[in-house]
T-cell receptor, first 113, second 113 residues
Framework: KAGVTQTPRYLIKTRGQQVTLSCSPISGHRSVSWYQQTPGQGLQFLFEYFSETQRNKGNFPGRFSGRQFSNSRSEMNVSTLELGDSALYLC????????????FGPGTRLTVL | DQQVKQNSPSLSVQEGRISILNCDYTNSMFDYFLWYKKYPAEGPTFLISISSIKDKNEDGRFTVFLNKSAKHLSLHIVPSQPGDSAVYFCAASAYMAGNQFYFGTGTSLTVIP
């Protein structure tokens, strides 16, 4: 089974721009979660989508949004980028129901200049 | 509110000795616990998990212990190898609380040859 894939792997943007990151979960997984990791920080939870609906949401400003498509692929969007948004953005998938393990993609490294 | 805590940011161990990484949690509804290993600029890799109905789970050199009364879990690596040097995150989820995964801030393990 293919793992979680994220595109692009690296991205450089300037302040004020917007960015869209993509995540394809493991086949059969219906839940996709997004996390932000900054240097020295743990994984900060952004949001989780399950069957095209946002099921959980972390404590991030409205500039961060996401969506999930019917094939479970998910996109995350950040508008009006700030320097502090530079981070590794991780996507994780899991079946979505019951007790199970969450698997991570390789991440997208976003640099905001 | 940090529901999962890893109070040791770093740990150094000699090769061949035991590494013990600790994690504490506050939410008594958590019923599934996981450990992930992470190298820089990569996504976390799933290591081992334990359900709240167990107090120990073993997989090769890795053993996770769960003490529900103390709300504490630990990861033992025996024997430690230089390739184990990475950041280790513990995570927890609660099936009855929407299955959101909560992560600790990580412990950086260095295994000295």
């Amino acid at each position: 089974k293919a793992g979680v894939t994220q595109t692009p792997r690296y991205l450089i943007k300037t302040r004020g721009q917007q960015v869209t990151l993509s995540c394809s979960p493991i086949s059969g997984h219906r839940s996709v979660s997004w996390y932000q990791q900054t240097p020295g920080q743990g994984l900060q939870f952004l949001f989780e989508y399950f069957s095209e609906t946002q099921r959980n949401k972390g404590n991030f400003p409205g500039r961060f949004s996401g969506r999930q498509f019917s094939n479970s692929r998910s996109e995350m969007n950040v508008s009006t980028l700030e320097l502090g948004d530079s981070a590794l953005y991780l996507c994780a998938s899991y079946p979505g129901e019951g007790t199970d393990t969450q698997y991570f993609g390789p991440g997208t490294r976003l640099t905001v200049l | 509110d940090q529901q999962v805590k890893q109070n040791s940011p770093s740990l150094s161990v000699q090769e061949g000795r035991i590494s013990i990484l600790n994690c504490d949690y506050t939410n008594s509804m958590f019923d599934y616990f996981l450990w992930y290993k992470k190298y820089p600029a990569e996504g976390p890799t799933f290591l081992i998990s334990i359900s709240s109905i167990k107090d120990k789970n073993e997989d090769g050199r890795f053993t996770v212990f769960l003490n529900k009364s103390a709300k504490h879990l630990s990861l033992h690596i025996v024997p430690s190898q230089p390739g184990d040097s990475a950041v280790y995150f513990c995570a927890a989820s609660a099936y009855m609380a929407g299955n959101q995964f909560y992560f600790g801030t990580g412990t950086s393990l260095t295994v000295i040859p």
